[in-house]
């Protein structure tokens, strides 16, 4: 029985090492195998860096006003007896927009014409008794006077009536309608906003030491965010006289056709003052470009020889950008003329990783990007 035992034991124990060693040398062919492995190239696309002589260009933030803004407000205090406008409505100059109540006014107006009428007609009569010597010339010089103040009288009216008939100083865009039909209106109560959209002005500022280098007649670009991708051309047409002298910045001002009328008084702009003379400087895509916190970087692609195989490989770099102009940015430090970078799939990379280029289907970059659904 007990040798039984031992035999089974025996077997028992011998298919455990025949199994251990089965498993030992799978893991081991699987270990080599994984040392062996080697994993295929990234796809990515790619461009060289070259040089662009680009013109030299001030960049400042600026705010849009208004050539002619302004809103509406009465001159005399009266009840709103009509109002010809609709909110977001255009207006030429001169268009009505509220008549406030005059018909105290008309009815003095009434009440001074008669007078005046009277007082004519007086003058009229004492001009020809003075003329046949029957009354004084001083009688004649106090009707005359008379019917001046009269006359006088009534243009006060008039002038009345007419400040309380509400009108466009000017052709624009209204904004949203602030009053209502039967409303007293205290002077200076807000009707309606009144901007004009085309032109506008750009209001931005820059430092001291940029002022030799500025005039009237630059070429300006503005850009958005709400307009991402779009700028819009304009010129400097004013600089101030005088600097803040806070900030030592002096204030310019510049003018926008605005056609499209997309650009509105108060909103925040990009601003760019072309400069006449060009610089020479290093571009890449700005999709070439990897962003972080601890600095701007790319891959630079190289060829790496192993086993007498030349492979393409990516080693990360850090550079210092400069200025952006459509999809390109220069590069002030970091590369040199004819490195080629990756443009495309950069996430997907580390250092010393394999690639294989494929620009077929990529987007060539431009220096005035015009999208298909700009």
Known sequence: MKRKIIIAVGVFLVIVAVLAGVKVLQIRTMIAAGKAFVPPPETISSAVAHEEKWPDTLAAVGSITAVQGVTVSPEIAGKVSEIDFE???????GDLLVRLDTSSEEAQLRAVEAQVELARLNAERTRVLQSNHTVSQSELDTAEATLK???????????????????????????IRLVNLGELLDVGKPIVSLQTLFP?????????????????????????????????????TA???????????????????????RLHPGMFVRTVVVLPQEQP????????????????????????????????????????TGRAHGDFVSVESGLKAGDRVVTAGLFKLHNGARVQENNTDTPQPSLSP?????
Not at 239 to 261: F, K, W, Y
Not at 370 to 374: E, G, K, L, M, Y
């Open 87 to 93: 909110s977001g409505a255009v207006v030429a100059k």
């Open 149 to 175: 103040q009269n006359q006088a009288n009534a243009d006060a009216i008039r002038a009345t009536i007419e400040k309380k008939t509400i009108r466009a100083p000017f052709a624009g865009q209204l904004g």
């Open 200 to 236: 506008v002005f750009c209001d931005f500022s820059l430092p001291q030491q940029d002022l030799a280098q500025l005039r009237t007649g630059l070429a300006v670009r503005v850009s958005s965010d709400t307009y991402p991708g779009q700028a819009f051309a304009g010129t400097v």
């Open 239 to 261: 600089i101030n006289p005088d600097l803040d002298q806070t900030m030592r910045s002096v204030r310019l001002q510049a003018t926008l056709e605005n056609g499209e009328q």
């Open 281 to 320: 400087v290093l571009v890449v895509p700005a999709t070439a470009i990897l962003s972080a916190p601890y600095g701007d970087a790319v891959y630079l692609i190289e060829p790496q020889t192993s086993a007498g195989k030349t492979n393409l490989v990516v080693q990360q770099k850090f550079i210092r």
């Open 370 to 374: 015009n999208p298909p659904n700009s």
